[in-house]
Nanobody, 118 residues
Framework: QVQLVESGGGSVQPGGSLRLSCAASGIIFRLYTLGWYRQAPGKQRESVAV???????NYADSVKGRFTITRDNDENTVYLQMNSLQFEDTAVYYC????????????WGQGTQVTVSS
């Protein structure tokens, strides 16, 4: 059974920092591309940051220079360090794991709330 379990969300003031974690089980973690997505109320889910199995990263323009995605293949965990948080970063953040071979395998976590407010 595949599980992606996020943690680390919470409430923070503008300019603050949070670190999200996503612990995976039931997959060969090192093979997967991992990503963080977010969905704000009334908006579509959007990609925030992605890290490939080779360690290449890609970020949404809105978070470049503020967010950092990393992975620990020994701990089967992907992280999202979020600095200089802004009101607009308020959303539910979801962890994603994807592997494309002859078939496409994709899994999602349950989400963790991040609220930026003063």
């Amino acid at each position: 059974q595949v599980q992606l379990v996020e943690s680390g969300g919470g409430s923070v003031q503008p300019g603050g920092s949070l670190r999200l974690s996503c612990a995976a089980s039931g997959i060969i973690f090192r093979l997967y591309t991992l990503g963080w997505y977010r969905q704000a109320p009334g908006k579509q889910r959007e990609s925030v940051a992605v890290i490939t199995n080779h360690g290449r990263t890609n970020y949404a323009d809105s978070v470049k220079g503020r967010f950092t995605i990393t992975r620990d293949n020994d701990e089967n965990t992907v992280y999202l360090q979020m600095n200089s948080l802004q009101f607009e970063d308020t959303a539910v953040y979801y962890c994603n794991a994807e592997l494309v071979l002859s078939n496409r395998y994709e899994f999602w976590g349950q989400g963790t709330q991040v609220t930026v407010s003063s």
